[in-house]
C-alpha cells in the first residue's frame, strides 16, 4: 500500500531530524566542556599572575570556589544535554509510532469507505517526500561534521542515550591543569 511506503520515508525523515539534533547536543556538550577548562585555566593564570599579592588562604579559597563552580557547570552541561538527547530520542520514537497509526488508519478507512483517494494521495507525496529526505540528509551530514570538528573526533549522535565520557575527560583536564598551577 502506498500509505505504507510514504510512513517509511516519513519515519526515515523524522529519524534523520532527531539524528540532526543529536548532532546539535553533542556540539553544545563539547563546546561547553571547552569552555569550562579555558576558563579554569585563565583563572589559574590570573591567581599565578596576582602572585604574592594574594595570601596562601586567598589562593587556596579562591581556587577552591572556583573548581566548585566549574564542577556545578559541567554537571550542568552533563544533565541538560542528557535530558535534551531523552527529549529528541522520545519525540522521535512518538512521531514514528503517531506515523505508523495514521498510516493504519487510514488503510482502515479506505476498507471501510471503498475510497481511495487517500492512498492516491500518498502516491503523489512520496517523490516530494524523498527529494526532502535528501535535503534532510545533507543536514544532517554537515551537522555531523560540525559537530565532529568542534569534539575533535566523531560525534556520538546514535549513542547520545549513553553517559558522556567527554565531560569526565574535560574533568580530568580540569584537575590536571589544577595541578600543574
Sequence with gaps: MANQKLATVTNELIESYGN??????????VGNERAAVFMDRRF??????????LS???RKNALSAEQKLTAYYVKGVE???????LVVNKAVEL??????????NAGRFEK??????????????????QAVIKVV?????KSSELATKIAGKPARA????????????????VVRTRKAA
Design 158 to 173: 546514535k549513542t547520545a542515550t549513553a553517559k558522556a565520557t567527554s565531560v569526565k575527560t574535560a574533568a580530568k583536564k
Design 112 to 129: 471501510s469507505t471503498g475510497v481511495t483517494t487517500l492512498s492516491s494521495l500518498a502516491t503523489a507525496a512520496v517523490p516530494a517526500a
Design 137 to 141: 540528509a545533507k543536514i544532517e551530514a
Design 79 to 85: 544533565v541538560t544535554s542528557d535530558n535534551a538527547n
Design 20 to 29: 540532526t539534533a543529536k548532532n546539535v547536543i553533542s556540539a553544545y556538550r
Design 56 to 58: 596562601a588562604k586567598t
Design 44 to 53: 589559574i593564570a590570573a591567581l599565578e599572575k596576582a602572585g604574592s599579592r
Design 95 to 104: 512521531a514514528g509510532k503517531g506515523v505508523v497509526q495514521v498510516s493504519a
